[in-house]
């Protein structure tokens, strides 16, 4: 995680053709994707009346952006995933394809009003939020339990927002400690998480994506995740850790 991307927003340009990563985890990850949609989907999938376009339009950026990346092929609408998994275009449910697609998670926000609202979202490794909960709220809602995000912040994150161009997607990373690797961790505001530990076993970084999409107007906010035991980090990553401690979440 870069340092200059740790404060909110914290947001810097992507360089093209550096939005969807596939890692030595897509496999694990896109079981456990699949996992949740069979066994838990109203916990992990959400929409919002009306944000049937803005869904349309993730799935073709998210095709248009797998035809140069490396492991996929596509025949018709039969989609060949890096693990040798074969995803059939569902175009009636667009948001749903495109989250068994890539690791991301994928969630939409639109503009209503002055604030931009979360109206449709596909959640499978959220980190100690509640899709349910947080389904058609406006962003500066969403974060109310955080103490860092202020009304200042809020107005500075909707001025980004407003400023971010289709061919000018932003990026940003965060860190948080947990003691448990477990992917699907929701918690709702009435049971928040423990503070953690300094010295706890599993660093958890998410890389957060802003795209502007061209038609609807909304933003994808896109999320991959990553898990790593401290233990396994190398000493350039530990030096930096050292130099820039992971800040706890404070919640009010």
Not at 61 to 81: K, N, Y
């Amino acid at each position: 995680m870069l340092p200059q991307t740790r404060r909110l927003p914290g947001v810097m340009p992507m360089e093209k053709g550096d939005w969807i990563r596939i890692d030595d985890a897509y496999g694990a990850q896109m079981a456990e994707r699949q996992r949740l949609v069979d066994t838990q989907f109203t916990d992990i999938f959400a929409t919002c009346e009306g944000s049937d376009a803005a869904c349309t339009e993730v799935l073709e950026r998210i095709l248009l952006e797998l035809e140069t990346t490396s492991g996929f092929s596509r025949q018709g609408d039969v989609i060949t995933c890096p693990d040798g998994r074969e995803v059939v275009l569902d175009h009636s449910n667009p948001l749903l394809t495109a989250g068994l697609l890539v690791q991301d998670d994928l969630c939409v926000l639109e503009k209503k009003g002055d604030e931009y609202d979360l109206t449709a979202a596909i959640l499978c490794f959220p980190a100690s939020w509640s899709l349910a909960e947080k389904i058609g709220k406006p962003v500066m809602a969403i974060h109310a339990p955080v103490a860092s995000y202020t009304p200042d912040i809020g107005k500075r994150v909707s001025r980004m927002f407003d400023a971010i161009h289709v061919d000018r997607p932003l990026w940003r990373a965060n860190g948080l400690l947990y003691q448990d690797p477990t992917l699907f961790q929701p918690r709702t505001m009435a049971a928040r998480r423990q503070r953690p530990d300094d010295d706890a076993a599993f660093i958890r970084s998410e890389r957060q994506c802003f795209i502007r999409l061209p038609k609807s107007r909304a933003v994808l906010f896109s999320i991959h995740t990553y898990v790593l035991r401290q233990s396994d980090l190398t000493a350039d990553q530990q030096k930096l850790l050292a130099e820039f401690p992971i800040e706890h979440v404070e919640l009010e």
